[in-house]
């Protein structure tokens, strides 16, 4: 008795399916996720008339070692599981169930990550190797190898803001379940980060109209990682000002909300305006590498992390990231973060 009811709180917290069945392969026991899996309807049944795979029968006498097959389940939709028959005793096997479909989903995504930093780094490789080349082959006058230098430069400081941008990725990634802990007033950050804009603000004579009139907005303060904060403003106004035409302002409006049930919040909207974004891909700027002109990301040094970055950071926080734009009008980021003051 004592086992089966420390089996079911541990099949409970299990990531896969777990079903056990009798000596006439009959469900006696499904946790939740085989339950999600193939309905309620699995128990007290035979098995096989829920999992039709002919090599499931045998495998179940065979009663030896574990043995593992691929499955591919038609339901409401197309399902690939992994399915591992272990054997416990003369009357009991156990299924282990683990949804293939979902790990072939992860895999792919790692994939493609893979390949694109690959292919990230290989072009401004590419363009390093070739101008070394031709710095050391031809007769170069001293304009021209200056010239040529200053490209390496570019593409050497290009790659090395993708590799940060990676590092604080993965670094997020690591501390994703751990809760941030700093007190910071996020009109003071903001304002420390505007302050390191100046120069970049001057040379595409861009005004800031910072609009936070509200007494609450000015003192409000939340629980998070300064330098994490510190890197939202960095990227979403640093990307204002990278797709705003020059001579324009950027707003950025601070409003606090009260919350009757929930804690109060602030949100923080930062608008440029420029060519927009077109609506089909607002829903994907999150995605590592993902712009919306490859080209012009590159021309103005976007390493097209920014916003995966952002929106990791949010994740910590408990905070959300809303994306709106009016085409050849104005783009809006806002973030809104939940306030312990
Ligand atoms: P990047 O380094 O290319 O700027 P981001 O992840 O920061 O990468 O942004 C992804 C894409 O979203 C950009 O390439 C650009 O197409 C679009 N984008 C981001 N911010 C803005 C903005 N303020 N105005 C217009 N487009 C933007």
Not at 60 to 83: D, G, R
Request: proline letters at 3%.
């Amino acid at each position: 008795m004592e086992n089966s009811i420390d089996l079911e709180i541990i099949s409970k917290e299990l990531d896969e399916g777990l079903i056990l069945l009798d000596l006439d392969a009959i469900v006696t026991y499904a946790n939740p996720i085989a339950l999600s899996y193939f309905g309620e309807r699995i128990l007290s049944k035979p098995i096989y008339n829920f999992i039709r795979a002919p090599q499931l029968i045998d495998l179940i006498n065979l009663k030896k070692k574990p043995k593992k097959f691929e499955y591919i389940h038609h339901a409401n939709s197309v399902q690939t599981y992994l399915i591992t028959i272990i054997p416990l005793t003369e009357k009991a096997t156990a299924l282990k169930i683990a949804d293939y479909s979902q790990k072939e989903a992860f895999e792919n995504v790692r994939k493609e990550f893979i390949a694109n930093i690959s292919h990230e780094l290989r072009s401004p490789l590419t363009s390093i190797i070739g101008f070394i080349e031709t710095l050391q082959n031809l007769e170069v006058s001293k304009d021209k190898s200056n010239h040529f230098l200053k490209i390496m430069q570019d593409e050497a400081n290009r790659m090395s803001r993708i590799l940060d941008d990676l590092l604080s990725l993965s670094k997020l990634e690591i501390n994703a379940y751990i809760k941030p802990v700093d007190n910071i007033n996020i009109l003071e950050n903001l304002n420390i980060v505007l302050s390191t804009m100046e120069i970049r603000l001057k040379e595409k004579n861009i005004r800031v109209n910072l609009n936070a009139n509200n007494k609450k907005s000015i003192k409000s303060i939340i629980k998070g990682d300064f330098d994490e904060i510190t890197q939202v403003f960095n990227n979403l106004i640093d990307n204002a000002i990278k797709y705003s035409p020059e001579n324009k302002t950027i707003s950025i409006d601070v409003d606090y909300k009260r919350n009757d049930n929930k804690l109060n919040t602030i949100s923080i909207s930062i608008s440029n305006e420029g060519k927009g974004i077109a609506e089909e891909h607002l829903p994907r700027l999150t995605e590592r590498f993902y712009r919306v002109d490859k080209d012009r990301s590159r021309d103005v040094g976007g390493t097209g992390l920014g916003l995966a970055i952002v929106k990791h950071i949010m994740n910590r926080h408990d905070g959300e990231l809303f994306i709106t734009s009016n085409f050849n009008k104005k783009t809006t980021f806002s973030i809104i973060l939940p306030l312990i003051s």
